[in-house]
Structures are given as C-alpha cells and as structure tokens.
C-alpha cells in the first residue's frame, strides 16, 4: 500500500511539474509575443521619422563599409585577405564570361547547327505577347533565330491592345521571312496563361518550351536541351538563368545558378523558374496555364509537371536572360503583387494532391514568394534525444537546461551516453538529474570504453540508439544550446514525411555567425564536404535566399540531427569505421541512397560552441585519424563525389563556403 502511494505520489509530482513548465512556457510564449508588439511599434516609429529617411545613404555606406570589414576580419590573416583580392579579381573576369562571351564562335555555331542526333525532336516554343516594346520584341525573335538546334518553331499569341498594333506588324513580318515562326492575333487578351495556353493550340512540337516576351535566349540552350534529351532521355529540363538591366546582357544584376530537381526547395521557391521544356505528353490533357494562378502560372505548371515527368534535367548552364526593367516581375514583385497569392495557391494545391493536409504557408523574410511551409505533425510520437559526452559538465548542464526550459515538445526522453568522464564536477551533475526536474525523462548511460580504446562517436551513437525507446531520434552533441523554442516540432514536421531521411537544423557560433546550414559534397580542401554559409552573419539571406527556407541537402551535420528510428535501422546506424569525422555525411548519403532526401530547416536554431567538447582535428594524431577517414569516406562514395552534389552547382566553388564563383574552373562548364 506504501508503495502504491509513493508511485501515486511520484505520477502526481511529474505532473503538476509538466503543468508547471506548460504554464511558465504559455506565459513566455505571451510575452514575447508582446515584446515583438513592442519593437514593431518603435521600429515603425522610427522608419515614419523625417531624419531616418533622410539619412538612408548614410546608412547605405555605413553598412557597407561595415560589410567590407567583416569579410577581410573573416580572412584571418594578411595572407587570406591577399586570397580574397586576387579571388575578386578572377571572379571580375569570370564573370564576363557568362554573358555573350560565352556564344559559340563561328566553329562551334557550326558544329552544333551541323549535329545531328538519334531524335531530332521538334522543339515548339510559345511566347504570349502583349503591347510588348518593339526593342525587346526583335530581341526576343532574334534570340531564337540565332538558334544552333535548327528544328524549332515559335508560336507567338498576340493579346495586344489597337494602341499597340505595331506588335502584329513586327510579328507578322518575322513570320513571313521564316516559316518555323507562326503568328496569331487574340480576338481578346485573356492575360499570360489564356494567351500562353492560346500559343499551345499553334505548337505541333514533341516538346514545349516557354520563352517570355521580353527575354533572351542563349544561341546554344536548344542545341544543350536536345542533347540531354538525347543522352539521358530527359523528359522536363530547366538550366540556370541570369537577369539583366536595360538592353545589355553583360550588365547582369543577378546570376541564379540552380541545384537539380529538389522537392522541398521548389515547394518553398519556384526556384526552377526559366527556361522549362519539357515532353509535350506530360500535359495528358490538361491546361498548361491555369488562370487562377495568373502571375504564378509557371510554379504551378512546374509543380504539376514535375511530379508527372520520369527524369529531370538540370543544365549548369546560363542559357537564359531575364530582362529586368520597370512593370517586370523580375523587377519588383510588388509590379504584381497578384503573384504572391496565386504561388501560395499553386503550392498548397501540390501538397492537397500530395496527401499533405491541415498545412500553412507564410512568406518568409528574404521575398513574398519564398515560403515556410508548416507541415501537420501527426500524433505525439516519442522524441529520444542522444547525446554523447565526456566530462563538460557546464556544457552539458547549459544544453539540458536549455532543452527543459525553452522546447514546447513534450513527449520526449534524454539519454546521455557517458563516455569517459573522470571530473567530480560531470559525477555531481548526474547525481542532480536523478533527484531534478528531469529526473523522470532522463537516463545516463555508461558506454563502457575500455581505457586502451580510442574515442569512436559512431559507436558511441550507435549504443545510445539502441537503448532509445522513442520512434524519433535526435542526435544532440552536448556544446549546443536550444534557441528556438519549437525547434523539435520544426524538425518533427520533415522527420515524419515518408520521403525523408535525416532532418538537420541551423547552428549558430556563439557570436551569432552560422556554424552549419546544410553539408555540400567535395567542398572544401579534402574534398570530402563541408558546410554552406559558413561564418556568415546570422542574419544573411543567404545565396538567393538560401537562409529563409527549408531545403534538401545531400548531409547535415550530427550535432543535431533528426531521423525515424525505422530508418536509422534501415541504414545500418553510423559507421563505425569512421570513428570521428564524416560519419554523419556518410550516413546520410547511405539515406539518400534509400531513396531519402534530406532536409536542413532554418527554422530549428540552436548555438553550437563547435568541438568545445571534441578537440582538434588539424594537428597530431587527430589529423592523422582524420586524413585516414577522409580516405575511406572518398573510396566509399567515389563515384557520388566525381558526380558532384546535386543540391550544388558546378558554377561554385569549391574551396570557398559562400557560393562563389568557380573562378578555376568555368571555362570548362562550357562544353557540358
């Protein structure tokens, strides 16, 4: 009877504690929701005041200058600051490239017009025209006429008003001097998809391609897509694009090197946006455009083609040229702001035919039209949290801390597997849990090393999971610390889709500069991987807004990661043969070989004080153990590696972080 009401006892403390925690969590969710009231309301106020607006120019180079600083102190030294002027200098020159220096020469225009390919496809590219300006309307005609690949038509659908009559003039003109280009006047302009779905009625070709009315073609971007479809039998193909001012190419304001097919970077950005082509029976009888998704009827048919086609072809190539001027998209969202609601339209109608329900969808800080997508987290399935440790007690403390006083999840357990530890100060620490707040969700485990055996994080993880009672693991290292405080949801949500593997998160140093943002292949001077954004601001968007959403990865690191339990065991767990470095990347290549993408989100935030707890890898044996398992890492994954990382673009490079230029080796993307 005693022992019944201690164990009542006991159930009804754990309770009233996590009716206490729910409380005091509540209660900090509501007042920082009032302190964000707050801020907004000053910071409104002081964007209304006449002196801030008019020192905007100041500011302007203040920040700047303020920028300038950062870069040359992130150099490190003399010797990395002399690095980065002579990189600027390259990447200056590499940069022209990409505009019409990179057009064939007249041997080249000959070989390509003279090529000739087991499937000469007929390429059918509609173009909706409206009052478009004469200058951008022949650029555009002529654009295609430069063509290399030779069979193609263009099927123009004019929806042009009488003021604009010169449009059909132009147009019929083209036409008549070459019979590969048909011309169409509208009874009426039914706006950019009637008008688009208006060019298709014309088009006779086995592929379709859509060209806008005021950009501009690269000579080769047939010639390149034909190719491909030839030599991989690429069913839909996009390639990177560049955006222009004015009336010159060269003068490029962006240029948007892209990943290849990424599910969960188009569901947040219609990243692919130019140049689609694709087989004309991937439409199976629906529109191409639909109009209620006018201003993002191209993110809609993307999404809907996509899923349709069997392979998608990504060209590392600029072979397409957005023209930027005023009342373009390209220029200023705002232009059309009808877009944004339509995007939001055009993906929450995928997740619905993706089973996907009970969904949102925000606009995030870096553009309208980039999106967090909050996914349903079904049930409240057990999270186990592993995490390894040897000594650190003040780490550990800080981390423990922070995951009981700041997550919102409540269905979770910790398991520290203890690996080594001599310190009274980590023995005290674990004599607190058992009588603490955490006493009821917490285990401490011995791993048992023996002293003649060498640290091995794999093995230590590996233990840890099998004695995990959660369908969900957390890999934890024990120098981070929670910031967000719906960080395990954020993960959860990705973690519980079928089509994902490991789930990572955004790691922060403790001066708020980024410490992990996704793990690319062959970055860095091993050529094994290494991470993105690195030692960038906090704050940054990151390479086309890179930062802002969630994104597929080919690795994310284990100092917090997220993966089913089933999976996990799938793959094996962590190599043990890669006792230290490069076990996390390994593991989730072996994941992605599965079939798996996985998934780094901006929105899980945690500070890592980085190898606090781990020690060195560049000097003595440590370095010695490292450039051996960078070995067996680049044998195993050989092929993967020449391959090169699908979620990068061979335009980048590879010795730096920031998703600069390949200033080495640009030249050579020229004959892909």
């Given amino acids: ?30 007042m920082l929701e009032n302190e964000k009231r707050e801020l907004e309301f000053q910071l409104n106020r002081i964007k209304g005041n006449p002196i801030w607006k008019a020192s905007a120019p100041a500011r302007a180079v203040m920040h700047w200058v303020i920028r300038q600083f950062d870069r040359l102190r992130n150099q490190g030294s003399l010797r990395g600051v002399i690095a980065r002027i002579r990189y600027k200098r390259k990447e200056r020159q590499a940069f022209s490239y990409y505009g019409t220096e990179s057009f064939p020469n007249e041997e080249q225009r000959k070989e390509e017009s003279q090529a000739r390919f087991a499937s000469m496809v007929k390429i059918s590219i509609l173009t909706p025209l409206y009052n478009t300006p004469e200058k951008y309307l022949r650029e555009m005609i002529e654009s295609v006429l430069a063509q290399t690949y030779p069979n193609w038509e263009l099927c123009l659908a004019d929806g042009s008003d009488l003021d604009h009559a010169a449009v059909g003039l132009i147009a019929r003109s083209y036409a008549e001097n070459d019979e590969r280009i048909i011309y169409r006047h509208l009874p009426e302009n039914k706006g950019i998809s009637g008008n688009t779905n208006a060019a298709l009625t014309l088009a006779e070709g086995d ?70 082509m694709f087989r004309r029976s991937l439409l199976d009888g629906q529109e191409l455009f639909r109009s209620q998704y006018d201003g993002s009827q191209d993110h809609d048919m993307i999404l809907r083609l996509t899923d349709r086609a069997q392979k998608i072809v990504h060209i590392p190539r600029l072979l397409y040229y957005w023209r930027s001027h005023a009342g373009s998209t390209a220029s200023n969202i705002e232009a059309k702001h009808y877009a944004i609601e339509a995007a939001r339209g055009a993906v929450a109608d995928h997740l619905r035919r993706h089973g996907f329900e009970h969904f949102q969808i925000t606009s995030t800080r870096a553009f309208e039209t980039i999106f967090k997508i909050s996914y349903e987290i079904r049930e409240t399935p057990r999270i186990s949290i592993i995490i390894p440790n040897c000594d650190h007690a003040k780490d550990l403390q800080r981390l423990v801390e922070s995951i009981y006083t700041r997550s919102t999840w409540d269905n979770y357990e910790i398991i520290i597997v203890e690996n080594g530890s001599t310190t009274r100060e980590i023995a005290s620490l674990y004599e607190s849990f058992e009588d603490g707040p955490m006493r009821e969700r917490i285990r401490v485990l011995d791993f048992h090393r023996r002293a003649e055996e060498s640290f091995n994080f794999s093995a230590v993880v590996n233990f840890g999971v099998r004695q995990a009672r959660g369908q969900y693991i957390l890999l934890l290292n024990n120098d981070t610390e929670v910031i967000t405080i719906n960080w395990m949801e954020e993960m959860l949500m990705y973690a519980q889709r079928e089509d994902v593997g490991a789930v990572g998160a955004k790691l922060y140093f403790p001066d708020r500069k980024i410490q992990h943002a996704g793990i690319v292949l062959g970055l860095g001077a091993h050529r094994t991987a290494g991470h993105v954004h690195y030692k960038q601001a906090g704050q940054n968007l990151g390479y086309m807004g890179r930062l802002c959403y969630a994104q597929n990865m080919s690795a994310v690191t284990a100092a917090c990661l997220m993966v089913e339990r089933s999976k ?74 020449e391959a090169g990382d699908p979620y990068y673009n061979p335009n980048f490079s590879l010795d730096r972080s920031d998703f600069s230029l390949n200033v080495e080796g640009y030249s050579a993307l020229r004959v892909q």
């Fill in 1 to 30: 009877m005693e022992e019944e009401r201690r164990v009542a006892t006991r159930e009804f403390d754990a309770l009233a504690r996590e009716k206490l925690k729910s409380a005091a969590l509540a209660e900090r969710v509501a």
């Fill in 568 to 641: 996990y065991d799938e793959v094996g767990g962590f190599d043990e043969r890669l006792a230290v470095s490069l076990n996390d990347v390994d593991f989730c290549l072996k994941l992605r070989q599965k079939g798996y993408v996985n998934v780094f989100t901006p929105f899980a935030e945690l500070t890592h004080y980085e190898s606090a707890s781990r020690g060195d890898d560049l000097t003595g044996e440590n370095a010695a153990r490292y450039e051996r398992e960078c070995e067996r890492f680049r044998d195993r994954w050989r092929e993967v590696l």
């Fill in 207 to 276: 592929f379709i391609a859509l060209l806008d009315h005021d950009d501009v073609l690269h000579p080769s971007a047939l010639y390149a897509y034909v190719r491909e479809i030839n030599e991989k039998g690429a069913d839909y193909l996009y390639c990177d694009e560049a955006t222009f001012k004015g009336d010159d190419i060269n003068r490029m304001i962006t240029m948007h090197f892209k990943p290849d097919y990424a599910i969960d970077n188009l569901r947040a950005n219609n990243y692919i946006c130019h140049f689609s």
